[in-house]
């Protein structure tokens, strides 16, 4: 078993916010005596990464992910639990530790506004003091990945926001880092530029082994790049798993799809979620779904049928919801 | 080091990139700035006319020449300031920052001082109409000439601590203007940058003597249009090298606390 590139245990990250009701005699008072709430942003979490993992992490606004995220690449103290991230203790904020890591926030700026891509990437060489023939061959290699050529020569306020978050990942991955924290790297991008830029991600992972630890709200995102995933709601971690596996435990139902020539009363079979032109979709409880696929089989006229899981939303959405359930 | 020089040298480049983009925005700032010595100038003129020709030493042409030469002081005194240091703590983009394997206030220095490189150039044509109108009078030595060159990056530097040091007190509250302008009042007065100071008050003279203002004004003002003896020209310098040292102390000290405060609290 290789050592883990990343190790939590019992991680939290607690704050101490002033709170006071609205009104001036609330606020006199809170001048005498503050009342203070603490806030857990992320409670005793705990779980281990291999080297080359693509981890998905997942969880509503305000569950965890961003400070996570944060401690893991330093920028935050923990309160409890030091986490281990290539050898380093993060909030050490090493150099050695820093040349090896990237975080890529989806709505950070950090290229020169006013000057083409290109001149910012010069400068990303400069602060990591990568050799200038292995900076040439990596900044090609991305140029060419992400078919931004033109692009790059173009001042980046001229540049799309999707056109930006390409450069920006360039610039982020310059010094060829061994592990990307990225959150919502995809945020505000239309489904071809979120595509472009999740093979991108893919292949340097492939190309590099680099451990990747990705937070999206779009699930496109995660099922093409992650085969694990790690859920947390209210800063505790609820699934740590492969995906697959979330799917099989959290969908109470299947889809069926049906291409048929023939008529008949599908009700008999399952919920019917639509039917038109030849094509019935039904709903079916997953533990039924083989009986009733060698049901239809056998008794209906099929030209076509195909048996998928539930978009993985609705999914996210039920793991949440009986989490809360089960908290109250 | 060789990395350090490398940074250093690309930085001044992006910087050099950037402000020639906003070459106009920065010839109108730099046009609106000479309004202010150009008013100290006519009033002490007028003094030492009235005066029978000179005030505190200097004459009329000594005084244009102060004043001339403050102007470009002036712009090597301009640093990331307080405000700056504010809005990057407080909408997080000291987060990047502190991502990157090298501390951000070598970002600061490399950035500003490419930067002046774009002032000098855009400040000679101004400096030429200013002497056109107002005849100042100098005769500096190569050595003056040399000590002035050497001590405006001394206040450049000096300068980038001392607002540095200001700047980060937003590591603790969320407004840092009110101090900041309590330290350009202290500044105004104690730097030269009001009048030259030698014709401040001596209790004020004996006050600057121990604080780092006069360093960031007067001194490289002086060590070209004055008459400073070889001493007082390397004394100037060595005072200069201690206020930097201690400002760099002193922002390391401050740093260590106020990111610790912020990796707490975070942004």
Same mark, same amino acid.
């Given at each position: ?15 101490? @916010? ?10 006199? +008072? ?124 173009k001042p980046v306020r001229n540049l799309s ?16 880092? +061994? ?15 979120? +595509?472009?830029?999740?093979?991108? @991600? ?49 969908s109470a139902y299947k889809t069926i799809g ?13 919920? @019917? ?28 006229? @099929? ?26 | ?67 001339? #030469? ?11 300031? =307080? ?15 502190? /991502? ?31 002497? /056109?109108?107002?005849? =100042? ?48 009042? /202290? ?7 009001? #009048?030259?100071?030698? /014709?401040? =008050? ?25 008459? =400073? ?24 000290? #401050? ?9 707490? #609290?975070?942004?």
């Amino acid at each position: 078993m290789p050592t883990p590139v990343i190790q939590v245990t019992s991680l939290a990250k607690h704050y101490k @916010v002033p709170v006071r009701e609205a009104g001036l005699k609330a606020a006199t +008072r809170s001048l005498f005596k503050r009342t203070y709430n603490t806030i857990k942003a992320v409670d005793e979490i705990s779980f281990t990464i291999q080297p080359g993992e693509v981890v998905g992490f997942l969880g509503p606004n305000g569950a965890g992910k961003t400070t996570t995220l944060k401690m893991l690449s330093g920028l935050l103290f923990p309160t409890s639990g030091a986490p281990d991230v290539l050898g380093f203790q993060p909030s050490r904020r090493q150099a050695d530790f820093l040349r090896q890591i990237t975080l890529v926030m989806g709505n950070r700026q950090q290229l020169a506004w006013d000057l083409p891509a290109l001149d910012s990437f010069e400068l990303q060489r400069a602060i990591y003091g990568i050799p200038r023939p292995e900076f040439l061959k990596t900044r090609d290699e991305f140029i060419e990945l992400l078919d931004v050529k033109d692009l790059v020569k173009k001042p980046v306020r001229n540049l799309s926001l999707g056109e930006r978050m390409k450069m920006e990942i360039i610039g982020a991955l310059l010094h060829r880092p +061994r592990v990307l924290f990225l959150d919502e790297p995809t945020i505000g991008l239309d489904v071809t530029m979120q +595509r472009r830029i999740r093979s991108f @991600v893919e292949e340097y992972n492939r190309r590099n082994g680099a451990t990747v630890l990705l937070t999206s709200h779009y699930m496109a995102d995660v099922e093409a790049l992650c085969k694990r995933v790690i859920v947390i709601h209210n800063g505790r971690l609820l699934f740590d798993g492969d995906l697959a596996v979330l799917l099989d435990r959290f969908s109470a139902y299947k889809t069926i799809g049906v291409t048929t020539g023939g008529t008949a009363s599908w009700h008999q079979y399952g919920e @019917v979620l639509g039917q038109e032109a030849g094509r019935v979709t039904l709903r079916i409880p997953r533990e039924k779904t083989p009986e009733v696929t060698a049901r239809i089989l056998a008794e209906q006229k @099929v030209e076509d049928l195909t048996v998928e899981d539930p978009p993985i939303e609705d999914v996210i959405e039920k793991v949440f919801s009986q989490e809360s359930a089960e908290a109250k | 080091m060789k990395r350090h020089v490398d940074f250093y040298l690309t930085n001044m480049k992006i910087a050099l990139l950037s402000q020639f983009q906003y070459r106009a925005q920065n010839y109108f700032y730099m046009i609106g700035m000479v309004a202010e010595p150009v008013i100290y100038l006519v009033v002490w003129s007028t003094v030492a006319r009235q005066q029978g020709g000179t005030v505190g030493g200097y004459t009329a042409g000594g005084l244009a020449a102060y004043y001339i #030469v403050w102007t470009l002081v002036r712009n090597m005194n301009i640093v990331f300031t =307080p405000y700056g240091w504010e809005e990057r703590i407080q909408r997080g983009q000291l987060s990047a920052e502190l /991502l990157r394997p090298i501390h951000p206030l070598h970002g600061d220095v490399a950035y500003f001082a490419g930067w002046k490189f774009v002032v000098i150039v855009l400040w000679l044509p101004i400096a030429a109409i200013l002497a /056109l109108i107002f005849r =100042p009078v100098l005769h500096p030595t190569w050595l003056q000439v040399l000590v002035f060159f050497l001590s405006i990056w001394g206040a450049y530097l000096i300068r980038t601590m001392l607002l540095a040091l200001l700047g980060m007190i937003a590591f603790w509250t969320t407004r840092v203007g009110a101090i900041y302008e309590l330290y350009f009042a /202290l500044e105004l007065i104690l730097s030269g940058r009001l #009048v030259p100071m030698t /014709l401040m =008050p001596a209790g004020v003279q004996n006050a600057a003597n121990f604080l780092p203002f006069q360093w960031t004004f007067f001194f490289p003002i002086n060590a070209l249009v004055g008459q =400073p003896t070889t001493a007082e020209l390397l004394t100037g310098l060595g005072m200069q090298a201690l206020w930097i040292l201690a400002g760099v102390l002193l922002v390391n000290l #401050v740093w260590h606390f106020g990111i610790r405060r912020f990796s707490s #609290v975070g942004n």
